[in-house]
């Protein structure tokens, strides 16, 4: 039988099957070659300006033989050795390499833990644990970036949440009285009224937008949020003679005179001036808001990595989803990230 004739029989089955064909295709063929240029892309990315010892930042390095298929190598600085994955999220894994591509890809498509878990076949805390291992290793391999040009920039607000904080931490008591899970909870998270009413319950988290795709997103408050909020998370994050657009928060009232920009006041009710308006970020914000629904809630230390997940899934939407997976998996492995699973319980809430 030829390519041919079997490309003929293929045509022949119904749809079902033909998926089928396909993932055990895609199994084998893509998932192999991808792993091969996912480990090469990692080493190169690391090594781009020459070899560099993650310990101590040395380039005294030299190759120290192979250990289970791994080359290792040897910094003659600190005398430490290292592979090409040392402090990156599947380090020390036990795990192999083919169930963390399959985590990758879960998370391309924005699945809970929980069904991450199930998918990947691994358990509930160690689905977790890799999450934000790669999370805070892809947060530091992305940055909270700049803008420039046309700029749209605005606030959301998420609930401020301690899930997660008090199962065996004998040392943590919660700052607030705990908010009651019912039918109606779910409706109040993150659904208070914009500007109107915001307490120290809420968490602001402020996006910028420019017209060349790039994005910031960043926790930067806890409650109202002030001009010395606004000033921190723009400098040296916005070009200079930028146009920035914003709604009428008073928060923004100096931007202009201490950041050579141009400000465009876009008052509340309305959504145009001219060329000028705030439609981008809004709508990035509901996109943002119903992605999160997802998550049921996200423990405030955590909701950095989530914005930053977000982030990365917007800067890529057009990409096909196995570049998505090679993409996130070099990206992810090639910042020197060394997450622990016992600093977990410990984390506070990132604000820039
Ligand atoms: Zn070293």
Same mark, same amino acid.
């Given at each position: ?174 700052? +607030? ?54 000033? +921190? ?60 629904? +997802? ?58």
């Amino acid at each position: 039988m030829n390519a041919n004739s079997i490309i003929k029989y293929l045509l022949t089955l119904d749809k079902n099957e033909q998926q089928k064909v396909f993932n055990f295709l895609e199994e084998k063929l893509i998932i192999g070659s991808l792993t091969t240029q996912i480990k090469e892309d990692i080493k190169e990315n690391r090594f781009a300006s020459g070899k560099v010892c993650p310990h101590c930042k040395s380039n005294e390095v030299s190759k120290n033989g192979k250990y289970k298929g791994k080359q290792r190598y040897m910094c003659k600085s600190c005398n430490k050795t290292f592979t090409d994955f040392t402090f990156s999220p599947c380090y020390h894994s036990k795990k192999d390499f083919s169930k963390w591509l399959e985590y990758i890809k879960c998370m391309v498509a924005g699945y809970s833990i929980r069904k991450c878990a199930e998918i990947v076949e691994i358990t509930v805390p160690t689905s977790f644990s890799w999450r934000h291992k790669i999370l805070d290793a892809l947060r530091l391999y992305i940055g909270t970036g700049h803008v420039s040009g046309l700029v749209e920039a605005d606030e959301t607000f998420f609930r401020l949440s301690y899930k997660g904080n008090h199962s065996k931490n004998a040392l943590f008591t919660m700052p +607030r009285k705990s908010n009651k899970r019912g039918p109606n909870s779910k409706k109040s998270i993150d659904e208070e009224p914009k500007k109107r009413g915001i307490s120290k319950n809420q968490v602001a988290v402020m996006c910028a937008l420019d017209r060349n795709g790039n994005i910031i997103s960043e926790l930067i408050c806890n409650g109202r949020m002030k001009y010395k909020d606004v000033e +921190r998370l723009f400098k040296d994050r916005i070009e200079e003679k930028s146009i920035l657009c914003i709604d009428s928060h008073k928060s923004y009232i100096r931007l202009d005179s201490n950041f050579d920009v141009d400000i465009q006041k876009i008052e509340t009710g309305k959504f145009k001036k001219g060329i000028y308006h705030i439609q981008h970020i809004n709508s990035y914000h509901s996109r943002l808001k119903k992605w999160m629904d +997802r998550f049921n809630g996200v423990a405030t230390k955590y909701l950095n990595n989530y914005m930053y997940w977000f982030k990365w899934i917007e800067l890529f939407k057009t990409d096909k989803d196995s570049m998505k997976c090679k993409r996130l998996f070099v990206q992810s492995h090639t910042s020197y990230s060394n997450t622990k699973i016992e600093d977990f319980k410990n984390r506070k809430p990132l604000y820039i």
